[in-house]
């Protein structure tokens, strides 16, 4: 069952040493699934499992009598977790599913001797490999080709895979994103004839396969030809494909547009998410302004006040999905700000940081960065300004210039002190202070601010 073909993988010694283990007490023992895939591509790896024709019960004495921490999290599933130099690591013992009657999880588990029957339940051939150090790879799917071709492939019936668990769709779809992979065609056919199965699903789950699709590399493909299934989980998405612009601007519908500015903006959960969602508003705003001057076979479009329509629908979808609350204000605060108007002198990127601190403000750069880039190439000469706010910005705060109430040189203490009335006076009075040094109109120092309230 062994199929070598010279492959050695590196593994961490502390998985080794499960391994040689449970093969020095009499069973089978392979590295299985993502870890494998990983491996032959090169990849580095921080989550690795086991699985093995030891029970449990016949596990655990091996790893205790050497010494390691045993953890069981999933005896009734067959599984356990070692702790070995501090890296966690989940040994299974070879199983095949019972019937799945949520399109999620299957009724019962039973155990078995055989890895053959283990490796068939598995969802895409990529994560369908097992590797011994002893006994090689074993490849029944031919997932490693799949590698080499850059192809997501279910193993075996791709309709009955989908069936059995429809998160499995998701996940197709977000190797498809994370390794810039094709989805061959019969898996293609029975994603798209299961995605109503989504609905099924535990929201967080299918947020969580959702992030991680829209910060792989390979992102467009999935939402662009598979916007109908992702639809499932987040409809929002729906109207914005075909939806023309019609703008001597754009020369993108409006989910065309979108996927650029996502091409455009640094690959971190909040700020792919706020491009995802950045102009979900326009839809809901269109208005036909008349004849396009740019092209009289054309109306031009307007999307009046979709920013903030944008933001209403966003938070709304994002409370849906159940993503955590900083994240839901980041992307809520990209989407509805991201037209506003910013300029590049001191003063002004003063105001901003007050008014939303320089984490905000740098997301809100990066975003009018990688809308701007989405626009027509006429429109790129505006580009290097939001560099020149983010260079002075980053000088603002290397520099210690006063931005913020915390940095003013005079305190609550220091007015009342001086004869201002504790309440909404003394607040306005540091709101007034701040402006004040902010504008340049006073140094920031303690005597000149309170010769200034007298």
Not at 79 to 88: G, K, N, S
Not at 338 to 354: S, T
């Amino acid at each position: 069952m062994g199929d070598k073909r010279d492959i050695h993988l590196d593994l961490p010694a502390a998985v080794l040493r499960v391994i040689e283990l449970l093969e020095d007490g009499g069973f089978e023992a392979y590295v299985v699934g993502g870890c494998v895939r990983d491996a032959l591509m090169g990849c580095a790896c921080s989550d690795y499992d086991v699985t093995t024709n030891a029970l449990c019960s016949q596990m655990e004495p091996l790893f205790t009598a050497a010494g390691l921490r045993v953890i069981e999290t999933g005896i009734a599933h067959g599984t356990i977790t070692v702790l070995c130099e501090d890296l966690p690591i989940e040994v299974t013992m070879y199983r095949v599913d019972g019937p799945y009657l949520d399109s999620r999880h299957p009724e019962s588990v039973s155990f078995t001797r055989d890895l053959r029957e283990d490796l068939a339940r598995r969802d895409f051939t990529i994560n369908a490999m097992a590797y011994s150090p002893k006994r090689g790879l074993v490849d029944l799917y031919g997932g490693r080709d799949d590698l080499a071709a850059g192809v997501i492939r279910a193993v075996g019936d791709a309709d009955k895979r989908f069936k059995e668990d429809a998160l499995r769709i998701m996940r197709a779809l977000r190797f498809a994103a994370q390794l810039e992979f094709t989805i061959e065609s019969a898996t293609a056919a029975a994603l798209r004839e299961n995605a109503p199965l989504l609905a099924n699903i535990a929201v967080e789950r299918c947020a969580a396969e959702l992030v991680k699709l829209v910060c792989g590399p390979g992102f467009r493909m999935p939402i662009q030809d598979y916007t109908e299934v992702l639809g499932v989980v987040l409809p929002e998405l729906l109207p914005m494909k075909g939806c023309e612009q019609n703008n001597a601007y754009h020369p993108y519908d409006v989910l065309g547009h979108t996927l650029v500015a996502m091409e455009n903006i640094p690959a971190q959960p909040e700020l792919r998410m706020a491009a995802l969602l950045h102009d979900c508003g326009k839809p809901a705003t269109y208005n036909d302004g008349g004849p396009n001057q740019f092209n009289p076979q054309q109306d031009r479009r307007h999307f009046y006040n979709h920013p903030a329509v944008g933001a209403k629908i966003a938070r709304a979808a994002l409370e849906r999905l159940h993503y955590p609350r900083d994240f839901i204000e980041m992307v809520v605060f990209v989407v509805g700000e991201h037209d506003a108007y910013l300029k590049e002198d001191d003063v002004n990127i003063k105001q901003w940081l007050h008014r939303i601190g320089p984490e905000r403000m740098s997301a809100l750069l990066y975003m009018k960065h990688a809308d701007i880039s989405a626009l027509d190439p006429r429109c790129h000469e505006w580009l290097p300004i939001f560099d020149r706010i983010r260079a002075n910005m980053e000088r603002i705060l290397a520099s210690g210039d006063c931005w913020s109430l915390a940095q003013l040189a005079v305190k609550g203490d220091d007015l009342i002190a001086a004869g201002v009335a504790p309440g909404p006076e003394l607040g306005a009075t540091l709101e007034r202070l701040l402006d004040a040094v902010i504008a340049g109109e006073a140094p920031n120092e303690k005597a000149a601010l309170i010769a200034l309230i007298r």
